[in-house]
């Protein structure tokens, strides 16, 4: 089944406001892809994993890509199925103020840290996640810096969170005469 024919055989057993929008593979998109309504993104997962004509039982990656122009974060799920040797791409797009979604814990154990680290980074909730916490930074970190608005502090508890710039750090200045002399 092409990416295509899997969108297609979705819409027909769980409807177009479930799985919508399908954009094959073009200059602008490596992968086809298609949208999933957020509030049903368990269930469609569910079946691409349970239905013995798609058998998708591997969970690649969960990425967030954050699009404040647009006030919307997208959640990208990469999934493949082994035995069917095939792999599509599925995006939700949510509100970018408060972005949330269901957990995949329960389709594929592999979301667990993979959610987690959305979170941390984008702030993206995933609703009945087990132990949805930090991952990457620690539990007291301020924002999320995958956000494309995200400021840095200049320090984290005293440290100073940037290094200058190594170059400065080791250039030498010749004395006035011994640079005309050169």
Not at 51 to 58: C, G, I, S, V
Not at 83 to 105: F, G, I, N, Y
């Amino acid at each position: 089944m092409t990416p295509e024919e899997i969108f297609q055989a979705l819409q027909a057993k769980l409807g177009g406001e479930a799985v919508f929008d399908f954009h094959p593979v073009s200059t602008k998109d490596r992968d086809a892809w298609f949208q999933v309504a957020p509030a049903r993104i368990e269930e469609v997962c569910q079946h691409l994993r349970e239905a013995p004509e798609l058998d998708f039982d591997y969970l690649e990656c969960i990425t967030g890509v954050d699009y404040p122009d647009l006030k919307k974060i997208a959640v990208v799920y990469h999934i493949y199925s082994y035995t069917k040797t095939r792999r599509v791409v599925l995006k939700a797009l949510l509100d970018r103020e408060s972005p949330a979604l269901p957990t995949l814990v329960n389709v594929w154990s592999a979301a667990n840290w993979q959610e987690r680290e959305c979170f941390d980074l984008l702030g993206v909730r995933f609703e009945g996640h087990p132990d949805l916490r930090r991952l990457l930074l620690p539990e007291d970190w301020e924002g999320h810096p995958l956000r494309k608005d995200w400021q840095e502090k200049a320090e984290y508890h005293g440290i100073p969170t940037q290094r200058p710039n190594p170059v400065e750090l080791f250039s030498i200045k010749l004395p006035k005469k011994d640079a005309e002399a050169s």
